[in-house]
């Protein structure tokens, strides 16, 4: 019998609902940030990614699906997004239209990895791009996405970890630090560490072989080499994130397995018992020259990269079941046939002022109606009888405490907005 490639696998069932509804959410999620959504080849021209990710990483290196088209192209796989959307907005001169420029993609990305938990030769990517500032609010901006979205999955085992790369200059004086520091134990590193010394030595601090190698341990920090310019930015990073209440750690062994990165750099990861070695969930950071670097005109970017597949195995161990996170925030009946129409341009109203709305469409008992309203875990539930349509007071029960109110028709917008606002904060 013929099987599927080693490290992919297939989507039907309740994992297709699951990517479905995952979709949604991000769909409602990106709208809120004004950002667009983008489709770029799943295959480009290897250049893209030599040039991009970097020749000397070890996604370029050893991770890629390169193949010779029948025209004698040398095409890649996409190992991550962020290459291809820099490609589209030069290409496509998005560059001259107004910026900032929020872009946001999902869909499959391969590399040619070890298959185990969490890990997969084709895996799906929700990112997001930001290009045009090089504001350090941007930055903090991204990582607040990434936190929203966990937040809004219910998601509570996650820690934040930031570093800062610096501009060139910074890095420049890093890279001469970690050649003086290496010299020496050069015998010691591995065979791939070795070429890394030669090409790109910030890239021994990436490799996996050497990591428990004491000589790691000691090796020179990135936050010891910034200029000014590259500290206040950083600086200033961490104070963007502090007004919007976001944990993070400072994590000064993150440098990230792709060379584009300036300034801040960041990976969430899942802190939730016995999750495994695959724990960074979303990952990201500032890349202030790679537009230009692939052939466009200088436009800083900075941008993050969830993995659905892991992000879908923390859900499932802290038992989160993301189809039940879309849920009507009102369900609407009527007590008789003759108020079907209140129904009908209430539940109108409310949705065009932006609340998911469920009715009942077939006059059930009231029994039937709230143990619907239930089903479809909605979080209010308004009641319309005779008495309602004429004194224009509305029945508004929360459906999880039962707390019942009285509601002016004209205020039903500014209630509903005060209390799932609140519930939103809890
Ligand atoms: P990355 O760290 O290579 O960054 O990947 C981002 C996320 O993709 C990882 O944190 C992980 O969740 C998921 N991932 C990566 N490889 C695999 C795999 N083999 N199997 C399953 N999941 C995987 C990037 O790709 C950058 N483009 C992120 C970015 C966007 N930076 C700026 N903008």
């Given at each position: 019998?013929?099987?599927?490639?080693?490290?992919t696998?297939?989507?039907?069932?309740?994992?297709?609902?699951?990517?479905?509804?995952?979709?949604?959410?991000?769909?409602?999620?990106?709208?809120?940030?004004?950002?667009k959504?983008?489709?770029?080849?799943i295959?480009?021209s290897?250049?893209?990614?030599?040039r991009?990710?970097?020749?000397?990483?070890?996604?370029v290196?050893?991770?890629?699906y390169?193949f010779?088209?029948r025209?004698?192209?040398?095409?890649?796989?996409?190992?991550?997004?962020?290459?291809?959307?820099v490609r589209?907005?030069?290409?496509?001169?998005?560059?001259?239209?107004?910026?900032?420029?929020?872009?946001?993609y999902l869909?499959?990305?391969f590399?040619?990895?070890r298959?185990q938990?969490?890990?997969?030769?084709?895996f799906?990517q929700?990112?997001?791009?930001?290009?045009g500032?090089?504001d350090?609010m941007?930055?903090?901006?991204v990582?607040?996405?990434?936190?929203n979205?966990?937040?809004i999955l219910?998601?509570?085992?996650?820690?934040?970890n930031?570093?800062?790369?610096g501009d060139?200059?910074?890095?420049?004086n890093?890279?001469?630090?970690?050649l003086?520091?290496f010299?020496?134990?050069?015998?010691d590193?591995?065979d791939d560490?070795?070429?890394?010394?030669e090409?790109?030595?910030?890239?021994i601090l990436?490799?996996?072989?050497?990591?428990?190698?004491?000589?790691?341990?000691?090796?020179?920090?990135?936050?010891?080499y910034l200029?000014?310019?590259?500290r206040?930015?950083?600086?200033?990073?961490k104070?963007y994130?502090?007004?919007?209440?976001?944990?993070?750690?400072?994590n000064p062994?993150?440098?990230r397995?792709?060379?584009?990165?300036?300034?801040?750099?960041?990976?969430v990861q899942?802190?939730?018992?016995?999750?495994?070695?695959?724990?960074t969930?979303?990952?990201?950071g500032?890349?202030d020259?790679l537009?230009?670097?692939?052939?466009?005109?200088?436009?800083?970017?900075?941008?993050?990269?969830?993995?659905?597949?892991?992000?879908?195995l923390?859900?499932?161990?802290?038992?989160i079941?993301?189809?039940e996170?879309?849920y009507?925030d009102?369900?609407i009946?009527?007590a008789e046939d003759?108020?079907?129409?209140?129904?009908l341009s209430?539940?109108?109203?409310?949705?065009?002022?932006?609340?998911?709305v469920?009715i009942?469409?077939?006059?059930?008992?009231?029994?039937?109606n709230?143990?619907?309203?239930d089903?479809?875990n909605?979080?209010y539930?308004?009641?319309?009888?005779?008495?309602?349509?004429?004194?224009?007071?509305l029945?508004v029960?929360?459906?999880?405490?039962?707390e019942?109110?009285?509601?002016?028709?004209?205020?039903?917008?500014?209630?509903?907005?005060?209390k799932?606002g609140?519930?939103h904060?809890?």
């Amino acid at each position: 019998m013929l099987q599927k490639p080693k490290g992919t696998y297939d989507i039907y069932g309740d994992k297709a609902l699951t990517y479905l509804y995952f979709r949604k959410l991000v769909e409602a999620l990106m709208d809120k940030y004004n950002a667009k959504y983008f489709e770029t080849p799943i295959f480009e021209s290897s250049e893209l990614f030599h040039r991009g990710v970097g020749e000397t990483t070890d996604i370029v290196s050893k991770e890629t699906y390169d193949f010779k088209d029948r025209g004698d192209r040398n095409i890649t796989l996409r190992p991550e997004g962020t290459a291809g959307i820099v490609r589209c907005f030069i290409e496509n001169k998005l560059y001259a239209e107004n910026l900032p420029l929020k872009a946001w993609y999902l869909g499959p990305m391969f590399r040619y990895e070890r298959p185990q938990a969490g890990r997969y030769r084709e895996f799906y990517q929700f990112g997001f791009e930001a290009f045009g500032s090089f504001d350090a609010m941007m930055d903090a901006e991204v990582i607040g996405i990434v936190c929203n979205l966990f937040k809004i999955l219910g998601l509570k085992g996650v820690s934040v970890n930031i570093n800062t790369l610096g501009d060139k200059e910074s890095r420049e004086n890093y890279r001469k630090a970690l050649l003086d520091y290496f010299k020496p134990y050069l015998n010691d590193l591995c065979d791939d560490c070795r070429r890394r010394y030669e090409k790109n030595p910030l890239r021994i601090l990436d490799c996996k072989v050497d990591s428990s190698n004491e000589i790691m341990k000691n090796a020179p920090k990135m936050t010891d080499y910034l200029n000014e310019e590259s500290r206040i930015h950083f600086d200033k990073v961490k104070k963007y994130l502090d007004a919007m209440g976001i944990n993070y750690k400072v994590n000064p062994s993150i440098v990230r397995g792709l060379d584009y990165y300036t300034h801040t750099v960041f990976e969430v990861q899942a802190d939730i018992e016995g999750f495994g070695s695959q724990n960074t969930l979303a990952a990201g950071g500032r890349y202030d020259h790679l537009v230009e670097f692939v052939g466009g005109p200088s436009v800083p970017g900075v941008g993050f990269a969830v993995g659905l597949e892991r992000l879908f195995l923390a859900l499932d161990a802290e038992n989160i079941d993301i189809r039940e996170i879309i849920y009507p925030d009102v369900y609407i009946f009527s007590a008789e046939d003759e108020q079907k129409p209140y129904v009908l341009s209430l539940s109108n109203d409310l949705r065009l002022a932006g609340f998911n709305v469920e009715i009942d469409y077939n006059g059930k008992s009231f029994k039937s109606n709230f143990k619907q309203a239930d089903k479809v875990n909605a979080r209010y539930i308004i009641i319309i009888g005779e008495e309602e349509v004429e004194s224009k007071i509305l029945t508004v029960k929360n459906n999880e405490t039962k707390e019942e109110y009285k509601v002016k028709l004209d205020k039903i917008i500014e209630f509903l907005d005060e209390k799932l606002g609140e519930e939103h904060e809890d």
